[in-house]
């Protein structure tokens, strides 16, 4: 779940741009989707590749790195949240250079998965000479869910997206000058580009510094990740053509009318669940109160490595307001439960500052299988979805009454058919049935 | 009857195809700077001649339509029309539908045109400011940009019409980005220096305009200096490549109907920009004393402060956008062109076929801004296979040789029409064409599949509903075509008042 970006000047003059200053905006924009590594690699003047990586977030990266990041007009670049990831780099026999979200079905793990299909990009490009033939017969071959974003010595940069296009991939331009590839649209927002459409499943688009081509892969039936929309993505963002904000919206609203209680206050945990918060709150006419104040600056607690830094994150991102829940029914509202223990810490904290009731509604299915392309799910037997009754997890973190979003909700509050979607994390595998 | 025109694009291959389809049956004879197939046909097949000419040379463009007696003559591109073949042919007596070099100025000087545009408060324009030198540029930017906004958002374009090229838009709006945005500005006010050092003859190098987003579209007309004519609405495509990112070129493919509007574009906005158009031919006649005889049309874009802007003036009909007007054209286009010759244009009934029509260029790789890659790659196209998947071929830069190769001359080579009723069902045929057009040397061509796709559309349409409440909010408040802005200690900057004050004191 890598949040990558590529960056692509044309015509007279193209070479003046400076690709690392607009990487370092879209690549924090990106943050969201991952914070434990930043790589990015750029195409210089005297035609080299450069490749910097390191296990910081953006900020810090290009803080650290500021000296070696001021040259290139071509660049590609990716923040993850799996450490030692970076940029692949492969020398031989056509030198290039990979960022990838998702994961292709080539090795359990993601960075070495990612390694060989990019290895597999560089040998099929020296034996076909075309870069566009080779990658389509590449992603022809690979199955997985995954989309990447290459950069050859040749000055070419490559995109695309796996035939089910599971994970997203946006372009966008600015002016007459520069193409952008990014995995969410708040990023081309936040480079100053336009949204001006989505890679397509099984598309592969190469940019070279006389043209753009594209073509799609034979057999491309979309699978869109529904993780994205309820959890992963920006909700300023658009995926596919597809509001973040407009899902959002209907989840909450949904949660509403699926299992009405009565309450004083809708409560939503930042950051995410906070857009649910606010359509439930319009549904069900309960008002919204701020419900946490963050400390420190923005971490994606869900995320992290450790069960310690995600409590940790949690207690620091969530103090709780008390004026707003002190004697009063509360409807809790989350994005999603991994293992509970976050929620559990959350509820209690809610509690001993006088909420009466807590009703805990999630705006996502059960989590009850891991994700088979990389997004960072626990095993089966850690996720409290899989194994425990609605009613059994009330009791463990202490609600008093406790719902997820039902998937056939899910699929209407995206608003695509149920075979147009990955839910494999949700229990539907597309693969078997 | 013989008719003589000038010029080697696509666009001048249908102008010779519509006039050999007249029912005078013309003799149709031809001068251009390459040998276009197509026209070389046309004009064999009708019993007319083609020659290789420069057609900016008035004088011998008019030594060929005297020696071969024709009744008329149609100029094609707007490089004619500056250098005078129309005022040349008018002249010798040989009526020409074309703009005199004088009218042409409309076209030819981006700053002409703005300054006309406020001289004569006319709707539709934007706010600008002409430099001699990058030095200069760069410090006004620099020195005004806190207190006019308008500068941090601009067009940077050579003063003069320069074949499309050189056109940058830079919006700055982002802080954060500034410096990076505000170093390509300066860059690229230095490079229109350069460039526009080969254009003499004219004051004005570089010229900054106001910024503005929203729909773009052509609107095409034909007047006779007493009425002005509009065509169906067309919206071309000026990125070079898929996304609608890339160079700016003269244009990869266009759409135009159905009706006479686009899907994006109202009637009472169709309407308001003919007015504009026909304000500007007026305000031009009234400024240099001639009379408009031809072609002119607006480039055009729906704006937030304006409503229905110029961005730039055409003397002439578009590439491409002359393939989708005059493919649908059902009235004889020299039955027209003699009411606009004898000044009787407003009794003339034009009519164009309902429909919709897509077109797309191809172009070999290099162009537009590498020319010399894109230049001397052999062509084979089968003409047959394309006809068959009901489109028309139109031969754009292309040079028939003695030896019948036909070789790329470094712009679009060809243009491939289709009319339909529906843009995705003329986008697809013509796809089916693209690999029926190939150089023999295996250099490759591009073009942009998504002209005609519905998400494209689906686009313009967004960016259209969008931009229309903004100025229709303005209009309401009454302050469409207001500009303002804040200075601490100053009070209420008028930008407008601004630029009158630099032009006129």
């Known amino acids: ?433 | 009857m013989k008719v003589m025109g000038v010029g080697n694009g696509a666009r001048e291959h249908i102008i010779a195809k519509k006039l050999a389809e007249s029912k005078y049956k013309p003799k149709v004879y031809w001068v251009g700077e390459l040998r276009n197939p197509g026209i070389v046909k046309i004009c064999k097949e009708s019993g007319g001649e083609y020659e290789i000419c420069k057609t900016t040379d008035s004088e011998k463009v008019v030594k060929h339509a005297l020696k071969w007696g024709v009744d008329f003559v149609f100029v094609g591109p707007e490089e004619p029309n500056f250098y005078g073949v129309p005022d040349k042919c008018v002249k010798n007596g040989i009526p020409c539908i074309g703009a005199s070099s004088k009218l042409a100025k409309i076209e030819m000087s981006k700053a002409e045109l703005r300054r006309l545009q406020w001289k004569y408060d006319l709707k539709g324009k934007l706010l600008f400011k002409t430099f001699q030198t990058a030095e200069e540029a760069s410090k006004y930017l620099e020195k005004y940009s806190e207190t006019l906004t308008w500068l941090q958002n601009v067009a940077l374009k050579p003063a003069r019409q320069a074949g499309g090229k050189g056109v940058k838009v830079v919006d700055d709006r982002h802080i954060y980005l500034h410096d990076e945005k505000d170093r390509f500005k300066k860059q690229h006010a230095s490079w229109l220096e350069g460039y526009m050092k080969s254009y003499s003859g004219i004051e004005d190098k570089i010229l900054i305009e106001e910024k503005v987003w929203g729909p773009e579209y052509t609107l095409q007309c034909f007047t006779d200096g007493k009425v002005v004519k509009g065509m169906p609405l067309v919206q071309d495509n000026k990125n070079a490549h898929e996304f609608d990112i890339g160079t700016e070129t003269g244009g990869m493919g266009s759409i135009s109907g159905p009706g006479i509007i686009l899907p994006f574009i109202t009637q009472d906005e169709y309407d308001e920009s003919l007015k504009i158009v026909d304000s500007i031919v007026k305000a031009i006649q009234n400024e240099v004393g001639e009379r408009y005889c031809g072609i002119v049309a607006g480039q055009m874009m729906i704006t937030e402060i304006e409503g229905p802007t110029i961005i730039e003036m055409y003397s002439r009909l578009g590439d491409p956008e002359a393939l989708n007007v005059l493919s649908t054209l059902k009235t004889d286009l020299i039955d027209i062109c003699y009411s606009i010759i004898d000044g009787k244009l407003s009794n003339m009934n034009i009519e164009f076929e309902d429909c919709v029509t897509v077109v797309k260029a191809i172009a070999p790789k290099g162009y537009p801004d590498f020319r010399d890659l894109a230049k001397n790659h052999p062509i084979i196209v089968d003409e047959e296979k394309i006809f068959n998947e009901g489109c028309e071929f139109y031969w754009g830069s292309a040079d028939l040789r003695d030896d019948g190769s036909i070789i790329t001359g470094g712009s679009r080579i060809c243009e491939i029409l289709c009319k339909s009723n529906r843009f995705e069902e003329a986008s697809e045929r013509i796809e089916k064409c693209i690999p029926y057009v190939k150089l023999g040397d295996g250099w490759g061509v591009f073009h942009r599949s998504d002209i005609g796709s519905s998400q494209l559309l689906a686009r313009r349409m967004d960016v259209a509903e969008r931009v229309r409440r903004l100025y229709h909010y303005r209009l309401e408040k009454g302050i469409l075509g207001k500009r303002f802005d804040w200075l601490p200690g100053f009070g209420i900057v008028d930008p407008v008042a601004i630029l009158k004050k630099s032009l006129w004191g």
């Open chain 1, 1 to 433: 779940m890598p949040g990558i970006i590529g960056f692509y000047p044309f015509g007279e003059g193209r070479e003046n741009w400076n690709a690392c200053r607009f990487l370092y905006y879209g690549l924090n924009a990106l943050q969201g989707r991952g914070q434990e590594s930043t790589g990015l690699s750029f195409f210089t003047k005297d035609r080299l590749l450069n490749t910097v990586n390191s296990n910081m977030m953006v900020e810090d990266f290009f803080k650290e790195k500021a000296e070696s990041l001021k040259e290139g007009y071509i660049a590609i670049g990716q923040t993850s949240p799996i450490k030692n990831d970076g940029v692949i780099h492969i020398k031989e026999p056509v030198e290039l250079v990979c960022v990838g979200d998702g994961k292709p079905n080539l090795h359990s793990d993601k960075i070495i998965a990612f390694k060989i299909f990019s290895e597999k990009l560089s040998q099929k490009i020296y034996e076909l000479g075309d870069a566009l033939k080779a990658t389509k017969s590449i992603v022809n071959e690979v199955s997985g869910g995954y989309s990447f974003i290459a950069l050859t010595k040749n000055e070419e940069m490559i995109c695309g997206r796996d035939t089910h296009g599971v994970k997203p991939l946006e372009i966008g331009a600015i002016g007459f000058d520069i193409g952008i590839v990014a995995s969410e649209t708040a990023a081309l927002d936040v480079m100053g580009a336009e949204y001006t459409g989505s890679v397509n499943p099984g598309e592969i688009v190469v940019f070279d510094p006389l043209s753009i081509r594209r073509e799609i892969c034979d057999k491309s039936n979309k699978k869109y990740c529904s993780f994205e929309y309820i959890y992963l993505a920006r909700l300023d963002s658009y995926l596919n053509g597809i509001s973040v904000s407009k899902v959002r919206e209907n989840v909450g609203r949904a949660l509403a009318r699926e299992k009405p209680v009565k309450a004083d206050v809708v409560i939503g945990i930042p950051e995410t669940a906070l857009a649910f918060a606010t359509s439930y709150s319009e549904e069900s006419g309960i008002p919204m109160k701020i419900g946490f104040i963050r400390t420190g600056r923005y971490t994606r607690s869900a995320i992290k490595p450790t069960q310690l830094e995600r409590l940790t994150g949690v207690q620091l991102k969530l103090n709780p307001v008390r004026y707003s829940v002190d004697n009063k029914d509360v409807v809790l509202i989350d994005d999603s439960v991994v293992r509970g223990n976050t929620l559990k810490s959350t509820v209690l904290d809610l509690k001993r500052k006088g909420a009466k009731r807590i009703h805990v509604r999630i705006g996502s299915p059960a989590l009850v299988a891991p994700c088979p392309y990389g997004t960072e799910v626990p095993p089966r037997d850690e996720l409290i979805g899989g194994n425990l009754s609605e009613e059994e997890i009330s009791y463990v973190i202490g609600a008093d009454s406790f719902s997820f979003l039902p998937i056939t909700k899910l699929i209407e509050c995206i608003g695509l058919k149920k075979s147009e979607l990955c839910m494999k994390c949700f229990g539907i595998d597309w693969e078997v049935e």
